[in-house]
């Protein structure tokens, strides 16, 4: 696993060697930042990374220029693999490392988020219910994005906080882009 672009462009990151860790492909974090690039100015964001198993997607968010990562997982292997990356990289200052459940951090938080990535555990029985827990609670700015990466068969439920704005697919995994419904679109 590697970072793709930016200041960290093409500096392994060290994973888990676990089979029931499902890391983000290069393919899948390309598209997913390729995407981002005409919607969303990572320069100075503040960046949420739920579920963050290696921390992939928020280390490549620091090298593109975000100010901030929250990286949040309950798995302490998880949590030791972050912190070795960020070391690694030079950027433990711009990081905080947290134990916890992600939707319990979602319910505690008082922070707000430019961006917030999700990638549970394809078995997990709650991912449909994150946007809503998300949105509900507030934690993502006005213009951000709440980007999850999902199993195909999921359907999230609008709550009228949220809409889909795009999905795409690469076999059984999804991933789908959440933002404000803005009253002027209900």
């Known amino acids: 696993m590697r970072i793709i672009t930016g200041s960290y462009k093409g500096r392994s990151l060290e994973s888990l060697n676990d089979r029931s860790i499902r890391p983000v492909t290069d393919r899948v974090k390309t598209t997913i930042y390729d995407m981002?690039?005409?919607?969303?100015?990572?320069?100075?964001?503040?960046?949420?990374d739920l579920y963050a198993g290696s921390g992939s997607l928020g280390f490549e968010a620091l090298s593109r220029g975000a100010r901030h990562v929250v990286f949040v997982d309950d798995a302490g292997d998880a949590l030791d693999i972050i912190e070795r990356n960020a070391a690694a990289l030079g950027c433990l200052d711009n990081c905080a490392?947290?134990?916890?459940?992600?939707?319990?951090?979602?319910?505690?938080?008082?922070?707000?988020?430019?961006?917030?990535?999700?990638?549970?555990?394809?078995?997990?029985?709650?991912?449909?219910?994150?946007?809503?827990?998300?949105?509900?609670?507030?934690?993502?700015?006005?213009?951000?994005?709440?980007?999850?990466?999902?199993?195909?068969?999921?359907?999230?439920?609008p709550d009228g906080h949220f809409r889909v704005t795009a999905t795409k697919e690469f076999g059984t995994t999804h991933v789908s882009f959440f933002t404000h419904l803005r009253k002027e679109e209900s």
């Open 97 to 157: 490392i947290i134990q916890s459940d992600s939707l319990s951090y979602i319910a505690k938080t008082r922070e707000n988020y430019d961006l917030i990535f999700a990638d549970p555990p394809y078995a997990y029985g709650m991912t449909g219910e994150i946007p809503a827990q998300v949105f509900q609670k507030n934690i993502l700015t006005d213009h951000g994005y709440l980007i999850i990466e999902h199993i195909k068969n999921l359907i999230f439920k």
């Open 36 to 48: 981002l690039q005409n919607r969303l100015r990572l320069t100075g964001a503040a960046v949420l």
